[in-house]
C-alpha cells in the first residue's frame, strides 16, 4: 500500500498468537552480513486503547473500556482514538512492513460533507487510558501519517481496514518514544461523520491489530537439557534408568522448522569403562512443539558407567546451528533408599500376631540413600487380603510433607477416625528420592482395644 488516501479492506488471517509484554520497545538491530535472516510475522494486541470526544472534560473522563472506538466529528463534536503497543514482544531484526488494523463496525451515514477517511499519527507524548480527557490529550506529528477510509459507502459496516503504519513503527524502532497511534479526521474542522471502531474489549469483533513483518536474523537455542529418572546432586546427574529420554527446549526468534541433536559419551575421567561417542541422534523436525524428546535405546548403557551428555540446536529452514551445551556429567545407578527399623507404636506380639491397642499408633523407620540427601518417607494401611469380608484396599497413607533427611528417623501418627477396633490390616513404608524409590514387605497386625 502506498498513498494516504488509499484504503485496503480485506479479511486476514493472524499468522502469530496476539502478545502483550511489559517492558521497554526494542530497537530491532540489522543482522551481520554473513548471519541468514527469516521472515517473521507478529500481530500484536493493544496494551491500551480509548476514545475520546470534545464532551469529555476533567470530571468525566473518557471511559477506557467501551466497546467501540469512536472516531471523527459531528455537529461540532470530534472523536479521536489512541492505540498504544508493547514493540518488546517484536524480536530483534529489520521491519519491513508494517500495518494497523480495525473492525470498521459502522461507517458514517452521508452528509453534505465529502468525507475525509481516517488518518493514523504518531503520538509524541505521554496518555493513560483511565484519565483522558480532551484537555490533555497528547500531541502528535504528521511525519509518517497515513489516512484511509475514504472511499466506502455511507452507514454500513466496512469489515476489516488497514492503514500501512510501516513508517511510524520504524520511527519507534529508530529509538523514538512509543507513545502509541492517535486515529482522527485528517481535518477536525469538518463534520464528516462517526465512525465505529471495535476496541479491544468488544468480543463480538476482532481487537485491533498491529502486524509486522521483519526479516530476523536465526539465532537457534537449546535452553537446558532435561534427562527422565534422574536426580541433580551438584554439577552431577545421577540416572536410574539405562534407557532414559532426554528433552530441551529449542528457541529462535527468526522461527523456522527445527531440531535438536543429543550425544552420550564416555566420561574421559573414567578410561577403563570405555572412551568416545556411544550414542548421537538427531530429533524430528517441529515447527510448533518446541521441546523434541528422544530416548535412548535399550542396551547401549549400564549401571555404575560414568557419562556425559550435550545438545545443541539446528534450524533446518534456515541453515543455522547453536554451539554445543556443556558436557553434563552424569553417573548411571540403580541404588535405591535402605529401609530399616520399621515400627508400630504402641504394638505386642501375641499368638505370632502383631496387635496395636490403639486408634491412632505411631508408625516409624529410617530411610537411607547413598547419594540422595532427602528422602520422601511414607507409610501406608491397607486391610489385610485374608479377611476380605472387613474391606480391601487402600484405607491411609501419611508422611512428612517436606521429607526427611537420609539415615533420619521418620514417624506419623494416624489421625483419628481411620481405623476400627477389630480390624485386621497391613502396614509398609514407602521411601524415594527423586526417580530412586523402594518399599518394604507388607507386615500384617490387628487393632485390638481389650487387650
Known sequence: ?????????????????????????????????????????????????????????HDSPAPPHAQFLLLGGMRSTDARGYLRYD???????????????LDAVKTPVCGPVTREGIEVRRVTGPWAADFLHWGNTPLSTPDDAVTALADLPCGVSAGQTEWPVTGIVQDWAAGA???????????????????????????????????????????PSALGLGVSQSHHDGDRLWLAATAPSMVTLLRDPAGGRMTAEFQIEHDPAVP???TGLIWSVTSSETANTPKPVVRVPAGLLEFGWQIRLRVRAHNVTAGTV???????????????????????TPSQESGGV??????????SAVASHAFVDSLYVAFEIEH?????????????????????????????????????DGWRLRWRVRANGGPFASQSEWRTFTVDLNR
Not at 502383631?354 to 508408625?363: A, C, D, G
Not at 494416624?414 to 476400627?420: A, D, K, M, Y
Open 322 to 344: 547453536s554451539d554445543w551445551s556443556p558436557w553434563q556429567p552424569a553417573t548411571l545407578s540403580d541404588a535405591v533408599p535402605e529401609i530399616t527399623e520399621p515400627e508400630m
Open 87 to 101: 514493540l518488546s514482544a517484536l524480536p530483534e531484526g529489520v521491519i519491513r512492513s508494517a500495518a494497523l488494523r
Open 177 to 219: 518514544d512509543n507513545h502509541g497511534f492517535v486515529l482522527q479526521s485528517p481535518d477536525e474542522s469538518t463534520d464528516d461523520g462517526v465512525w465505529y471502531f471495535s476496541s479491544s474489549e468488544n468480543t463480538s469483533y476482532s481487537a485491533p491489530l498491529l502486524s509486522v513483518t521483519m526479516e530476523v536474523p536465526s539465532t
Open 384 to 420: 489385610d487380603p485374608a479377611a476380605p469380608e472387613q474391606g480391601a484396599g487402600y484405607i491411609w497413607s501419611g508422611a512428612e510433607p517436606d521429607g526427611t533427611a537420609s539415615g533420619a528417623l521418620t514417624q506419623v501418627t494416624v489421625p483419628e477416625g481411620v481405623l476400627q
Open 354 to 363: 502383631t496387635v496395636t491397642t490403639s486408634l491412632t499408633p505411631t508408625f
Open 1 to 57: 500500500m502506498s498513498a494516504p488516501s488509499l484504503l485496503r479492506r480485506r479479511a486476514f488471517a493472524v499468522l502469530t498468537a496476539a502478545l502483550t509484554v511489559a517492558g521497554p520497545a526494542v530497537a530491532p538491530a540489522p543482522a551481520a552480513a554473513d548471519t541468514p535472516t527469516l521472515v517473521v510475522v507478529k500481530t500484536l494486541a493493544p496494551v491500551d486503547d480509548v476514545h475520546v470526544m470534545t464532551l469529555h472534560n
Open 272 to 274: 577403563d569403562q570405555g
